[in-house]
């Protein structure tokens, strides 16, 4: 069996639809739901769903506002089966049944599985544009397109941050110690250690996941800001942790990079990012 775990912050709306979308899988797996202590009506939403839809689900409410790393480790403790698959609130399974049924065929030979995200139908060309041109020079870094691997079954060296793992057998975490903010790198530097301790990614394109990218709440903030800061931060301590010194020539083309697609009055703010990146003491 295998348990599914979705992390959420304010967006209980877009988490609602996304339970409703499993509803052909609800009496086959574990749901954990980890609250990051949201400020809006997520309990009660939630709580009132489970009640009327007789759905059963591990609802975790954080005390306080923990971020990405913490609340996974939470939930993660808190799964009771080994196997754990990790879904955002507003990323969604394509086919939960069939989706299922591949998973577990394929946690019968390996311990770390990725799936294909595609982007919603939904989009426009402009914000498909937006993305692409953020994926591309980000994921360069971690040295692999990992959200463009084709249509070919086959191992990789890193996968986006919907996949599923065994914990009996991969008994690591998310760190928790060293990442600031909720996001950027954290699922790479997982992936990274994974490999490391000597298991195989085994991404299968069948698995497709789609993503509607809510815009506010979830992994993203509203101070824009604050989010880039995050974005600049995980990328370099990511990258002081898993790159050997003779990559480290990615760092100040990753820095001219944001420096030249952002407005020059957040140049100061990125600079100081920076900094801060590299003061930081890697635990």
């Known amino acids: 069996m295998i348990s599914i775990m979705i992390n959420t912050y304010n967006r209980s709306e877009i988490l609602i639809e996304n339970l409703l979308n499993l509803k052909p899988v609800w009496g086959e797996v574990e749901f954990i739901i980890v609250d990051d202590c949201s400020t809006d009506n997520t309990v009660n939403v939630v709580n009132k ?32 089966n080994n196997h754990v698959f990790i879904l955002n609130d507003d990323i969604f399974i394509f086919n939960p049944r069939n989706f299922i049924e591949i998973l577990e065929k394929d946690l019968e030979k390996e311990c770390v599985i990725a799936t294909h995200l595609e982007m919603d139908k939904g989009f426009s060309l402009g914000k498909k544009i937006k993305t692409l041109f953020y994926s591309v020079p980000a994921q360069s870094f971690a040295g692999e ?9 086959r191992y990789v060296n890193y996968a986006n941050n919907i996949f599923c793992f065994d914990k009996s057998k991969l008994k ?13 790198r954290i699922e790479s530097d997982f992936q990274s250690r994974a490999r490391m301790a000597g298991f195989k990614i085994l991404y299968d ?14 992994l993203r903030q509203k101070n824009k800001k604050k989010f880039l800061q995050w974005c600049i931060f995980n990328h370099i301590i990511f990258l002081r942790k898993n790159c050997s ?20 009055y957040i140049i100061f703010d990125i600079i100081k990012t920076f900094d801060r990146s590299f003061k930081r003491v890697i635990l």
Request: include cysteine; charge should be positive; proline fraction near 7%.
């Open 49 to 80: 769903f489970i009640k009327e839809n007789g759905i059963k689900v591990k609802f975790i409410l954080n005390k306080t506002n923990c971020g990405y790393p913490k609340s996974m480790n939470i939930g993660i403790k808190e799964a009771s």
């Open 145 to 153: 397109m990992y959200n463009y691997n084709g249509k070919k079954k």
């Open 172 to 184: 690591i975490l998310f760190d928790e110690k060293n990442f600031a903010g909720n996001f950027f």
């Open 205 to 218: 394109p069948r698995l497709i996941v789609l993503d509607k990218w809510a815009p506010s709440g979830g």
């Open 245 to 264: 010194l003779t990559k480290y020539y990615k760092i100040p083309f990753y820095f001219l990079l944001k420096t030249t697609t952002h407005p020059p």
